[in-house]
């Protein structure tokens, strides 16, 4: 049976966390904490920066925040949630980024420890782990749908209990194909007696499943019925606020507490709050499903005419997130790197486009990764993209 304390590295179980000044009093004339009580270094300060008070510290629990985005994900369960998400299940971080190196940190111990990550995927984990000296395990998506191949993963993770975590990304990077919730479900439930690990979805591209704001397909709300589930997010994506860096991590309330003990005390800063907090409001929520309903407009009217291009072969994945990933073809018809790469750089070299170049992932030949733009820039992309790839055939 799957037991946490097994997955935490001993130190980490056993960590006093820092106390900060702001855990004892609130309020009063505070001189404990060797902040600048004359104000910030600023020539001029607007009513707003003047009331988050930018010479104290920020506040190290969210609580408020934290509330505001429990109950966002709360209002649109998944199918098999049956335990609502309170702020105890959330540590919240510096992007999603640092909600993948903290996870690391808590549960794999350096040169001893593993990581199993589905290729192709998000490049971070693999950093991170190699930053941690962490191994990296790999079980390939199955193709062409880019789903997880549960046998193989389970098979992995139950041969080898030296592997901590498993990395999956849903919606995909670069696949931008959203992972079946059925088989995280069945995957969470088959090693819950034969490996002692966590599984941690990365939703980084979810809202996007969900233009409307309807029928979420995020495992988020699944962590207090699954102690092995681990969900992150980010305001990077739908909210596009990835200038504040804020990444959210849910999990069971037995390790949110040990994240949050692990965690600097003043990650989240004041500018970051305020600001999330605006977004995960009410208009803010309405904003942002008007800019995701949008995106997902344009994104499938960008496809439609890159496929209509001489020389685009297909859409090699899915269409769950705020990106596309095409096939570039040579003259022959065939996928091809070499063409990819070089209308990657005439793109950005010659003509100010700049797009990703992805060919080098597993099952990904030939392929460019496209962030949708607004219409007038996915305009301007389309008419360049086709001129340079003519160009670089003819
Ligand atoms: C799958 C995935 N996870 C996480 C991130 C990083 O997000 P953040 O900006 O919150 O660090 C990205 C960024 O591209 C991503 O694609």
Same mark, same amino acid.
């Given at each position: 049976?799957?037991?946490?304390?097994?997955?935490?590295?001993?130190?980490?179980?056993?960590?006093?966390?820092?106390?900060?000044?702001?855990?004892?009093?609130?309020?009063?004339?505070?001189?404990?904490?060797?902040?600048?009580?004359?104000?910030?270094?600023?020539?001029?300060?607007?009513?707003? $920066?003047?009331? /988050?008070?930018?010479?104290?510290?920020?506040?190290?629990?969210?609580?408020?925040?934290?509330?505001?985005?429990?109950?966002?994900?709360?209002?649109?369960?998944?199918?098999?949630?049956?335990?609502? /998400?309170?702020?105890?299940?959330?540590?919240?971080?510096?992007?999603?980024? $640092?909600?993948?190196?903290?996870?690391?940190? +808590? +549960? +794999?111990?350096?040169?001893?420890?593993?990581?199993?990550?589905?290729p192709p995927t998000y490049g971070m984990y693999a950093i991170c782990a190699t930053v941690n000296d962490v191994e990296t395990v790999k079980v390939p998506l199955?193709?062409?749908?880019?789903?997880?191949?549960?046998?193989?993963?389970?098979?992995?993770?139950?041969?080898?209990?030296?592997? &901590? /975590?498993?990395?999956?990304?849903?919606?995909?990077?670069?696949?931008?194909?959203?992972?079946?919730?059925?088989?995280?479900?069945?995957?969470?439930?088959?090693?819950?007696?034969?490996?002692?690990?966590?599984?941690?979805?990365?939703?980084?591209?979810?809202?996007?499943?969900?233009?409307?704001?309807?029928?979420?397909?995020?495992?988020?709300?699944?962590?207090?019925?699954?102690?092995?589930?681990?969900?992150?997010?980010?305001?990077?994506?739908?909210?596009?606020?990835?200038?504040?860096?804020?990444?959210?991590?849910?999990?069971?309330?037995?390790?949110?507490?040990?994240?949050?003990?692990?965690?600097?005390?003043?990650?989240?800063?004041?500018?970051?709050?305020?600001?999330?907090?605006?977004?995960?409001?009410?208009?803010?929520?309405?904003?942002?499903?008007?800019?995701?309903?949008?995106?997902?407009?344009?994104?499938?009217?960008?496809?439609?005419?890159?496929?209509?291009?001489?020389?685009?072969? &297909?859409?090699?994945?899915?269409?769950?997130?705020?990106?596309i990933l095409v096939e570039i073809l040579d003259k022959n018809g065939s996928p091809s790197n070499e063409v990819a790469l070089k209308l990657y750089n005439t793109?950005?070299?010659?003509?100010?486009?700049?797009?990703?170049?992805?060919?080098?992932?597993?099952?990904?030949?030939?392929?460019?990764?496209?962030?949708?733009?607004?219409?007038?820039?996915?305009?301007e992309l389309l008419s360049k993209f086709e001129k340079v790839l003519n160009e670089i055939n003819s």
């Amino acid at each position: 049976m799957f037991n946490l304390k097994k997955v935490i590295r001993p130190n980490i179980l056993t960590l006093e966390p820092y106390r900060c000044a702001r855990d004892d009093f609130k309020t009063g004339i505070l001189l404990d904490a060797n902040e600048n009580t004359h104000g910030p270094a600023l020539a001029e300060i607007s009513a707003t $920066e003047k009331t /988050l008070e930018l010479n104290r510290y920020p506040d190290p629990h969210q609580l408020e925040l934290k509330q505001q985005i429990v109950n966002f994900r709360n209002s649109s369960p998944n199918k098999y949630s049956t335990i609502p /998400l309170s702020v105890d299940n959330l540590c919240l971080g510096v992007g999603s980024d $640092e909600s993948i190196d903290m996870l690391l940190r +808590c +549960c +794999c111990t350096p040169g001893k420890d593993k990581l199993l990550t589905c290729p192709p995927t998000y490049g971070m984990y693999a950093i991170c782990a190699t930053v941690n000296d962490v191994e990296t395990v790999k079980v390939p998506l199955t193709i062409p749908d880019f789903q997880i191949d549960i046998e193989a993963v389970a098979a992995k993770l139950e041969s080898d209990s030296s592997i &901590k /975590l498993v990395y999956l990304t849903s919606p995909g990077n670069p696949t931008g194909k959203l992972i079946n919730v059925d088989d995280i479900a069945e995957l969470l439930k088959r090693v819950t007696y034969s490996w002692n690990g966590l599984v941690v979805v990365d939703e980084a591209y979810i809202d996007f499943t969900a233009p409307n704001g309807e029928h979420s397909q995020s495992v988020s709300t699944l962590v207090n019925q699954y102690p092995n589930l681990v969900v992150l997010q980010t305001l990077s994506k739908s909210f596009g606020l990835a200038g504040i860096r804020l990444g959210i991590t849910y999990c069971s309330t037995e390790l949110s507490k040990i994240l949050n003990s692990m965690k600097y005390p003043y990650n989240i800063s004041s500018l970051t709050s305020d600001i999330a907090l605006k977004a995960t409001s009410h208009s803010g929520l309405e904003v942002m499903h008007k800019y995701v309903q949008s995106i997902v407009e344009q994104r499938d009217a960008l496809l439609k005419q890159l496929l209509n291009l001489k020389y685009v072969g &297909k859409n090699i994945g899915g269409l769950d997130a705020n990106f596309i990933l095409v096939e570039i073809l040579d003259k022959n018809g065939s996928p091809s790197n070499e063409v990819a790469l070089k209308l990657y750089n005439t793109l950005a070299v010659d003509n100010a486009v700049v797009v990703r170049f992805r060919g080098k992932e597993l099952n990904c030949i030939g392929a460019l990764r496209i962030s949708v733009g607004t219409e007038e820039e996915n305009k301007e992309l389309l008419s360049k993209f086709e001129k340079v790839l003519n160009e670089i055939n003819s």
